[in-house]
């Protein structure tokens, strides 16, 4: 699998309802660092009960 933005072999693949999306290591940290200060995020992790261990 490629990444969504580039030609680079897809290091993580998410899906949802059957579309499988690939991301290089490159611009998955890109999309992580986007939404990581975003109201999104901070309701998944409170549906998801997320707590660190480190």
């Known amino acids: 699998m490629r990444c969504h933005y580039c ?4 290091t993580f693949a ?11 290591t490159e611009h ?3 999309r992580l660092e986007l939404i990581s200060d975003s109201e ?3 309701s998944l992790e ?4 997320v707590t660190r261990t480190d």
């Open 7 to 10: 030609d680079e072999e897809a």
């Open 14 to 24: 998410a899906e949802k309802g059957g579309v499988k999306v690939g991301l290089c």
């Open 28 to 30: 998955f940290r890109e």
């Open 40 to 42: 999104e995020l901070a």
């Open 46 to 49: 409170e549906q998801l009960d």
